[in-house]
């Protein structure tokens, strides 16, 4: 086994040594030159025992500073070994915290990219409810022109129908219906707008956030790479500082968790509001259906209305125009009456007449006398009585003509009537779009 090498002591350099002056009292006797001369001769040189006493301390200093200088050799050795272990602990707890980070990192990078890809889905389903809004507002249109078409063509009618009835109450209900309608879909419209644009700035808010933090996992992955044979190492003493704008790890997690919870906050504002539309465009379409219905059913209830005045006052016309003919009848006969009675009278009259031409005392008020007269005053009295009958006829016949024309009238204007709510009205409203709920998926 090989012996350990002694250990060579330590090589100083040599340096000259210190020059020492003695100071010697000086005697009272007289001094000869050769005295003076061998005096200072001696003060020039150390004496044995200060020269051993230097020797000894120069060994012994050489010693100290062997001693010393293996003592910071081992201290040097102990600092080294201490430096490698602490920068290998720290260099790993870097790593382990880096390590960490990456995950902390990747589990909010996970979290915001499912957000996004829900905000994205709900605006995409927002949006198809705001294209539904739209094609139902568009939907309005035919309804609100039938009703409008509907009004004007009611105003057409002939004075006498031109009443404020049911069928125009519920025409004036379902214009006012539609309008709202109208109005409550294009503020729907306006607010769903809205609603997509918040969803997209907050959208654009994560994927923000997002990209920073896969450009963040990216730059710490590379950082967890590093290690003390990596080439690509240098110094960078300017980063070995706090940026004074740096977030805080709380302040950090809590800018992701705001994002997350904004998004989370319009998304279940976008949920609502799509609920909303769809009982929006399911209770506009019950109500425009309802409101349609009462419409058509006061129609049909007018038109029977309609149909069973129109029936009776034809009844009435055939009537009148039976009693027209049968007063023309009557008055036929008693205008013959009335001839036939003037020649009996005409008859009497020439008798009495002839008899006034009697002689004298024949000139007698005897009975054929007395009964000639009695015949002219019966006569007379019947026709004055036919005349005033006939009077009473012909005004009764000019009563049923003036009837007879007031019907007529009558007649064609609830033909009229039938023809505006039947066939304008009605066939009109067969364009109406069956149901509004169903016009808000139609292409």
Known sequence: MAQPEEPQPAVLPSCPLPTKICHVARSERPRSCCGMAMAGFR???????????????VCSKAVSAGEEAE??????????????????????????????????????????????????????????????????????????????????????????????????????KEADLIRDIRDLLKRTIIQATTQIRSNRIQKENCELDWSDKV???????????????????????????????ASTPKSWAQFSHD?????????????????????IIRDASEDLRMQRAAVNEAFDTHCRQLDDVKFRLEQHLQQILKDIGEEEANIVKLKKAIRDKEAYLKVAHTRLYDRSFRPNVELCRDEPQFRLVSEVEELTVFLEALKRKLMESEQNLKNLEETRMKLEKEIAVKANSIFIDRQKCMGYRTRYPVDLEVASYKQ
């Not at 003060?43 to 301390?57: I, S």
């Not at 730059?219 to 003390?228: A, E, L, N, Q």
């Not at 994002?259 to 009982?279: H, M």
């Open 215 to 245: 450009e963040t996992f990216h730059i710490d992955d590379k950082c967890v790479g590093y290690c003390s044979d990596s080439t690509d190492v240098q110094y960078h003493p300017s980063s070995v500082k706090f940026e004074e704008d």
């Open 43 to 57: 003060t020039a040189k150390y004496q044995m025992p200060e020269w051993q006493r230097r020797n000894a301390g």
């Open 71 to 172: 003592r910071g050799r081992a201290e040097a050795a102990h600092l080294m070994k201490q430096a490698a272990a602490n920068a290998q602990r720290a260099q790993e707890y870097s790593r382990a915290t880096l390590g960490q980070r990456l995950q902390d990192i990747q589990f909010w990078r996970v979290e915001l990219q499912k957000e996004i890809m829900d905000l994205d889905n709900e605006t995409n389903m927002l949006a198809a409810q705001k294209l539904r809004l739209e094609r139902a507002l568009d939907a309005t249109e035919v309804p609100y022109a039938v009703v409008i078409d509907n009004l004007e063509c009611r105003d057409r009618r002939q004075p006498p129908d031109l009443v404020i009835d049911e069928v125009e109450r519920q025409l004036l």
């Open 259 to 279: 994002n997350i919870s904004r998004a989370e906050q319009e998304k279940l504002a976008s949920v609502q509001l799509r609920s909303l539309i769809n009982n």
